[in-house]
């Protein structure tokens, strides 16, 4: 279940990707299952959270992604500046997933 406009993208209820209308479809599908895979992490080792968000910045080669979850309490953020898209996405999710 997708809801789009042209800031964000929903995923599911509870994950907002911000940015993400400058990457290629093909991508973006890349992207969405690498994002659920780690969803189903934080949702296995935490239980359930408000949201977990994923804004990228920048352009495509130049990029910055920030990934922001919301738990009931508390937040936890974490960065990545990796040049690859893939690589940063993971880089930034594998950051809150050892912050939990």
């Known amino acids: 279940m997708e809801a789009k406009n042209n800031e964000h993208i929903s995923l599911g209820g509870n ?13 973006l599908v890349v992207l969405k299952k690498i994002i659920g895979n780690h969803a189903r992490q ?3 080792k935490k239980g359930n959270y408000t949201k977990l968000s994923i804004t990228l910045q920048g352009t495509e ?3 910055n992604i920030k990934a922001e979850l919301d738990l009931e309490n508390n937040k936890i953020l974490s960065e990545s500046n990796k040049p690859n898209i893939f690589m940063a996405i993971d880089d930034a999710l594998k950051k809150i997933i050892e912050k939990l």
Do not use: A, C, P
């Open 42 to 44: 934080i949702q296995n």
């Open 15 to 27: 994950i907002e990707l911000n940015g993400f209308q400058i990457i290629e479809r093909s991508k």
């Open 61 to 63: 080669q130049s990029l």
